[in-house]
């Protein structure tokens, strides 16, 4: 009986032995502060792989939506500047036009009264300067009364000034005072040089001067593509920072037009949270037509950057953070600012120096979950 007792005390000891030896092996690993610590049996040590991070270069890469724009400045919405008829159209759809090429001809009653305002003023002028010098003439000789000098000069110079503002009102609508006939009509010129995109132009056709424009004059051979850029990414975007655009013609072709950015702007759009970014574009083969949408790829200008593999960030709610080798079998628990690389790759911000060696895969066995 005794003999029993002792061998079943032994059975009891040895399982008790081998389960505490057990649970011990079950404690893969435990936390000093921030610091993780992996027990020295177990087998966590060959499932995590480490890597030293060093400084690479990176360029930032993200896509957004946009739209072709004219240049501005490259185009040209020519409307009447007076009520008339049309008398005579002077383009053609597609014609290359230069800044003042005569685009239609007007017979309008207001600029009929405003050619008449002119020439009044023109013989106006001319009787006050006649006047005057006649004026300047007697007193220099001696004969002439020093009050009606000063008058002569009060009147000319109104006089000069209204046919400046005559003149002035035509010049306006790029007609040449001294070219002038009157009664001719108003002929209509195209401000910029480009290409005749659009003619609504009627002959015989009555206008006002609040109506739409009868021709648009545009210089396409380079373009603007208008693009949305979210908060989050405005910080990637530099000035000449390259840029891809991508119709949804060239899309399915395959085709990109390169381009280079060329104005961010400085004011968010509060319900889009976004800023939009001016990207020049050559579009000499009129790829892209002005109101097209266009998706663009920016990349960034290169630039050196710790890229790490996205396996190795790990997440609470507090934030992302990493394990960084801080001894044998001892990690910290650190916080980083990362984005999104691509390709499985994450670009780290704050939070890491290179040289830092981190838990760049099996952190997951880590978090206890």
């Not at 007792?5 to 032994?10: A, G, K, N, R, T």
């Not at 159209?89 to 014609?95: H, I």
């Not at 013989?123 to 006050?128: E, I, R, Y």
């Amino acid at each position: 009986m005794d003999k029993i007792f002792l061998v079943l005390c032994s059975c009891v000891w040895l399982v008790s032995c081998r389960s505490q030896q057990h649970q011990e092996e079950n404690i893969a690993f435990h936390y000093q502060g921030d610091t993780l610590c992996i027990s020295e049996h177990s087998a966590l040590a060959e499932k995590i792989q480490l890597l030293a991070v060093e400084l690479q270069p990176y360029s930032a890469e993200f896509h957004t939506v946009g739209t072709v724009r004219a240049v501005a400045g490259k185009l040209a919405e020519i409307a009447p500047p007076f009520d008339g008829r049309v008398v005579q159209s002077l383009v053609r759809l597609g014609q290359r036009v230069d800044a003042g090429t005569p685009v239609f001809e007007l017979s309008s009653a207001e600029f009929y009264e405003a050619s008449k305002n002119y020439f009044q003023t023109l013989q106006a002028k001319k009787m006050t300067e006649v006047n005057l010098k006649r004026q300047q003439d007697l007193v220099q000789h001696g004969v002439g009364v020093q009050k009606e000098l000063e008058e002569a000069e009060t009147t000319c110079e109104f006089a000069r000034r209204e046919y400046e503002n005559a003149a002035a009102g035509l010049t306006m609508f790029a007609v040449r005072p001294d070219e002038l006939v009157m009664g001719q009509p108003l002929s209509v010129v195209s401000p910029i040089v480009g290409e005749v995109v659009q003619s609504h132009i009627v002959l015989g056709q009555y206008v006002r001067s609040d109506s739409e424009p009868l021709a648009v004059v545009a210089e396409l051979d380079r373009v603007w593509v208008a693009a949305q850029v979210k908060e989050k990414y405005i910080g990637m975007v530099r000035p000449d920072d390259r840029a891809r655009i991508a119709t949804d013609t060239e899309a399915a072709a395959g085709r990109e037009v390169d381009g280079r950015v060329y104005h961010i702007g400085e004011l968010l759009d509060e319900e889009t949270r976004s800023v939009q970014v001016l990207i020049e574009c050559d579009n000499k083969d009129r790829t892209l037509k002005p109101g097209m949408f266009a998706a663009v790829h920016f990349t960034g200008t290169p630039k050196e950057a710790i890229v790490i593999p996205s396996s190795a960030l790990l997440q609470t709610e507090s934030g992302t953070y990493v394990f960084v080798e801080v001894g044998r079998n001892r990690y910290l628990k650190r916080f980083v600012k990362a984005a999104t690389a691509g390709q499985g790759e994450s670009v780290v911000s704050e939070g890491l120096q290179a040289g830092e060696v981190i838990v760049s895969g099996g952190g997951i066995y880590l978090t206890g979950n």
